[in-house]
């Protein structure tokens, strides 16, 4: 079968591309079909998603298939559509945003496929409702690399490149990025519904997210016969561990306004992230945000402030000012106790308990207190100190340290700590926690100028270590060293 003789239809993939979105009403979207997108090529591929999705794998390379998400070619049997929600951007009310430059297909085995960069949309706010390859490229590998670490996020299947000229702050070329989710559903969209005074498609959206993500609200302990209140204090909590993640592993995100956060507790909407090179807790990777609102030591806080604006959004719905309040207290609980259990991982203690709480608490925090004082590298420190662990010499650890007196007490502190676990199991625990690869931004950057040659070998590279970052891949150890000098004249900003 051709693209020239027929159609590719949804059935045509072995998937069924429903659009539940699409049953929510007029209000919430815009039936919209994606632009085309002229001279479409392949950039990068996840197998991995393409297994998620059902899909058979002799699609994710055919042509057929590069048209239908180049936007070139409808796949009959769907319903795309662009989405209408609000939200705050750096602390402010923004009023109407959207789906300015993505188009929801339509959902297969209980995730939704969307085109990123797909066009102009009714919410595109001046915007030309495209992507560049640069963008594209590091929103494309950051997802599977969060996937890879184990962190909440949403997927991507592949990028698509073409010639056409976009313009950012310099002539760039276009992409599209397929991303999936069960739910592309943010914080935003209450906020719309409830800003603009429409509480019964506020309820709509409310009970569609709780019926089909969040069921046990229907029979809450905590909240007996209010759901919407059990909804709030459910997000809250998977959005705490969402970021306690991201704490541990040294990721920044750069743009945590309330139309980038998922109602279910996803890592989304990958602009200017980045992952820390030195371990420095005030850094800012957004060279947008000039006030420092989302460094990395901020995002915790961020969380909750955007989670109390999702509990204002919900208020009509939950009744009680109290009540919600309450719903949101599980934050204050479930954040550090999952960033503490996180970080004690990382540090082996496998035995941790409320006998060593204090102890563990004191090492940890001397520790990252260290670390900040020299900007450590945090990736490499932590996969370091997993190897010494096992009993071999630390000098690679004290290496990495100025102040070798001060490193060398902390790991003499650690090491009679250490003395009480089987060396093997800290170990285990260890690798398994402190990641050998990171899409640091100068991986990121090398992998997108060799992608505008039309090179994706590192693209592949980069896909195929991110996927299981713990593994040490003998032979690639070029990708897990220190960041080159040059990394820290990177900018990066909102600007995609």
């Not at 603009?196 to 709509?204: F, G």
């Not at 209140?229 to 995100?253: I, N």
Request: glycine fraction near 8%; charged fraction near 20%; hydrophobic fraction near 40%.
């Amino acid at each position: 079968m051709t693209l020239a003789s027929q159609k590719l239809t949804a059935l045509d993939l072995g998937v069924d591309w429903r659009n539940s979105f699409a049953q929510l009403g007029p209000r919430f979207y815009t039936p919209l079909a994606p632009w085309p997108l002229p001279t479409p090529y392949w950039v990068g591929r996840s197998s991995s998603v393409a297994r998620e999705l059902g899909l058979n794998a002799a699609w994710l390379n055919s042509p057929e298939l590069l048209e239908v998400l180049a936007g070139n070619q409808p796949l009959v049997g769907t319903q795309p559509l662009a989405s209408v929600y609000s939200g705050h951007q750096f602390g402010q009310w923004a009023g109407q945003l959207g789906d300015g430059r993505a188009i929801l297909l339509g959902e297969t085995a209980g995730l939704e496929v969307q085109l990123k960069g797909s066009g102009l949309t009714p919410y595109s706010r001046m915007g030309d409702g495209r992507a560049v390859l640069r963008s594209s490229i590091r929103e494309f590998l950051c997802s599977e690399a969060m996937h890879g670490l184990g962190i909440a996020t949403s997927r991507a299947l592949c990028v698509i490149g073409s010639d056409a000229p976009i313009r950012r702050e310099t002539m760039e070329t276009a992409a599209v990025v397929t991303r999936v989710a069960p739910s592309f559903i943010r914080f935003g969209h209450f906020e719309h519904f409830s800003h603009h005074d429409q509480p019964e498609q506020l309820k709509i959206l409310a009970d569609h997210v709780i019926d089909r993500f969040y069921p046990a609200c229907r029979n809450s302990e905590n909240f007996a016969g209010n759901p919407y209140a059990a909804l709030l204090e459910a997000v809250s909590e998977r959005t705490a561990d969402m970021v306690a993640q991201w704490q541990a592993v040294g990721f920044c995100h750069g743009v945590m306004n309330t139309d980038n956060m998922s109602i279910l507790g996803l890592t989304i909407d990958y602009g200017p992230f980045q992952f820390l090179d030195g371990f420095d807790p005030s850094h800012i990777c957004n060279h947008s945000d000039t006030q420092g609102r989302y460094a990395f030591n901020q995002q915790p806080n961020i969380a909750y402030w955007n989670l109390f604006c999702l509990g204002q959004a919900l208020l009509p719905l939950i009744g009680e000012q109290e009540l919600a309040l309450a719903a949101l207290e599980s934050y204050k609980t479930v954040f550090p106790a999952a960033f503490e259990r996180r970080m004690f991982d990382k540090l082996g203690l496998a035995d941790a308990s409320a006998s060593t709480a204090s102890l563990d608490r004191a090492l940890l925090q001397d520790l990252l207190q260290l670390l900040a004082k020299e900007k450590v590298d945090y990736t490499i420190f932590w996969r370091r100190l997993s190897h010494a662990s096992a009993g071999t010499d630390a000098s690679s650890v004290r290496d990495l340290f100025v102040d070798r007196t001060a490193a060398e007490a902390w790991l003499l502190r650690y090491s009679e700590r250490m003395a009480i676990i089987p060396p093997g199991l800290a170990t285990d625990l260890m690798l398994k926690n402190n990641p050998k690869f990171v899409l640091r931004n100068h991986l990121g950057e090398q992998a997108i100028q060799s992608a505008k040659e039309k090179d994706f070998s590192q693209v592949d590279t980069l896909l195929m270590l991110l996927e299981s970052p713990y593994e040490e891949h003998p032979g690639f150890d070029d990708f897990a060293g220190f960041a080159p000098d040059w990394a820290s004249s990177i900018e990066i900003s909102c600007s995609s």
